[in-house]
């Protein structure tokens, strides 16, 4: 499985035209998305995009985002693992757009090609054909769990960088030069900063497997395992900030514990789904999670590995498919999957199980793409039976199912509705509508012709394979999307909604909580709750995401209700009698004057956490706790100045330095790789 020593420089070149066509598969398979005809679904924008526009509208007013005041009554930005505060798109989309639905939604569309081009990429160190590499590439690029997850944004970050990370670690383990170590702690420190907490945790299970089976291949494994001991601690040095800040956080939120066995089966992947290998489209309509349903990665993907078992039991390859077992077993609800990911260490804090199966989704077109790379050259009628048995055995499926429930299937209702749609809404109603029966008749027939077809290509002009894999991974991307990627509405709904949020950060109300939120839009199923976006301190009820703060949850189950009756805002005294004012504001510091008629304290609805600094008449004071997680400052008779700010300066030095190792790693490869290319 390592790099082919034969290929000289000129065959590792990436070829633009290949990525072109590849890039051309990409962009009518995910049409819906980039035509902006369609927005991204659910927590698309109800979840992730939330604290990135924050951070786009503190970057636009010049500041620096390090407190959201807004969120369940205040959250750190820095350390939220959803909101891309380390990731460096993040800053860049934001100084760019601000953020806004458009630029958030391209934003995400650019991973898939990263995504593609990484696999391609990939294959050329492996010593792939042409073919093989571009086959790869479309079915990583619309594989089910892109399609799946188009609303997860940081599962596709994550997957995105996946094969990148594979082939950097492979050349640094190869050779450790100031190139591949440059390259693999920038592309590492993507993968860490932009993915989910659960990539992270199978991220680090599947890297010792993969780095294994290269050690286990090279020929001084010694020299092979410190030059990858080096890029470990060369990527540890340079995320070494967000290190930090989730430590931070990890014992102050709610959902940072364990998961009990009976979550982690409800957020499984059912065995049954398995069949989406061949016919995702059924499976988007059964089962509590449709999205972690589809496992797709082409036909011909799967067409290879059946029929390399006949002629290939290389030992690295076994591992290889051991480890795409390995995963798609634990994403499941089998007991002893359960068992496993309790027992193994950190995979009992996983959420969602299901999400692992991008680790076998990747070892698994890696496998296959191996062994067709070596059927198509040396065994090609192999390659044409398998597609054949294959071919007879969906069509035989989708023709026992037909007559055996004849008079509950009506596959020309299905098309006719499809045709006669007028508008978007009522074509995705049209395929919403397709039953589970249904969809199993029509897919399989469909993916019979195709195989077919491969069939007859294997033999005649294996280069027509390219094109099918293109119609097969098209097909199945657009036949998908409707149900776990895409909402009825479009993009340009969202954004009128978001132009609804005031500019900048005016300085909020602090009368009624209730007088205020009580006109808020309802907004929760499109883009979140509207007090994200109000600008205003004012909350009826706590939500969980990007996080809620235990402090928090304790507040909202004890103190809340009793508060909001009582009609207080978010800034009040314990004596109604003294008199107070919000004299400046901006989301990490509040100014307030008080002229009190006794002795009295000030309440500042804003979670307490390390490092806000609480000043009275220019003394600094520890405050107390008031409500389970709110400052309670105490205030003398006559005129106070208080001052509540949020500092953390470790925190932003760490920021800078990321910054600039970095950019000093940009800089390291761009040199040595203009210098290698002037000496050869």
Known sequence: MSGNPILNNADLKISFRNIAF???ILAIAYFPIWSFIFSLKNDFFTQYFLQRFFIGQTISGHQFPLWNP???YGLP?????????WYPLTWINGLLTGYNAYSFTIEEILHFPIAAVGIYALGKYYGWQKTTGIIAAISYGCCGYFIAHTQHYNWITGAAWLPWCLLTMYKCMDNRSIKNLSAGAIVFSLFISGSHPGL??????????MSAIHLGEA???????????FLVALVSFTVGGLIFSYAEILPLFTRSGKIAGELIAANATPPGSFLSFFLPLPYTQVANEITMNNHYSGLLVMVSIFAGIFVNRKRSYLFLFAIAVFFFFLSTDFSISVFLINKLPLLSYIRLSGELRIFGIVAIIIFGAHHLDQLVVHNKIILR??????SASLASLALIIFISNYASINVSRIFQAMLNASDREQLKQAIHHIGFREALVIQAFLQSILLLLMALATMKKPQLLIWLVGVDMIMATLLNLPFTGVSMRPVSEIQAQLNKSPDGFPVPFTFSEKNIYSVYPTTDLTIGNWSFYSKQIAIDQWHPYPMLLKTTHEYFERSHKNLIDLGK??????NDSSKFQLQQFSPDKFQVSVDAIDDDRLIIKQNLYPGWKTTVNNSVIIPDTAYYSFPSIPIKKGHNEISYEFRKPLVTFLFILYWAVLLLLVIALVATTMHNRRSN
């Open 22 to 24: 590849i890039l051309a």
């Open 70 to 72: 807004y969120f369940n």
């Open 77 to 85: 930005v820095y350390n939220d693992m959803n909101g891309g505060f």
């Open 200 to 209: 992270i945790i199978g991220g680090l299970y599947f890297f010792v497997f």
């Open 219 to 229: 020929k001084n494994w010694k020299a092979n395992l410190v030059n990858l001991l």
């Open 385 to 390: 039976n398998v597609a054949l048995i294959l």
């Open 569 to 574: 805002g978010f800034l009040f005294t314990e």
